[in-house]
């Protein structure tokens, strides 16, 4: 998949969690920014921007039926935990 169609899909699901009320988000993004995807949950604030690995990463983690932030997609599990639900 293409960075860009990445980008789409965790955006998606960005706008979504953001409507329904399931994550504190304002003004949620992602796009292809070059090599990256930049990510931004508050749009005020700061981005983070996710290497093509990192970026498929989290889209599968939210594909999985998981809510949250990158990093926590990102994570290491802890010891006896599985990597999505």
């Given amino acids: 998949m293409t960075l860009t169609k990445t980008a789409a899909q965790i955006d998606s699901y960005l706008k979504k969690f953001e409507?329904?009320?399931?994550?504190?988000?304002?003004?949620?993004g992602a796009r292809q920014?070059?090599?990256?995807v930049r990510?931004?949950?508050i749009h005020y604030q700061s981005s983070s921007h996710l290497t093509k690995v990192q970026?498929?990463?989290y889209l599968k983690w939210l594909q999985a039926g998981?809510?949250?932030?990158?990093?926590?997609?990102?994570k290491p599990p802890?010891?006896?935990?599985?990597?999505?639900?």
């Fill in 19 to 28: 409507i329904t009320n399931k994550m504190n988000l304002f003004w949620s």
């Fill in 33 to 36: 920014a070059g090599r990256y």
């Fill in 39 to 41: 990510i931004s949950y």
């Fill in 55 to 57: 970026a498929e990463t």
């Fill in 66 to 74: 998981n809510v949250g932030k990158h990093w926590e997609a990102l």
């Fill in 78 to 85: 802890a010891e006896g935990e599985r990597l999505s639900k």
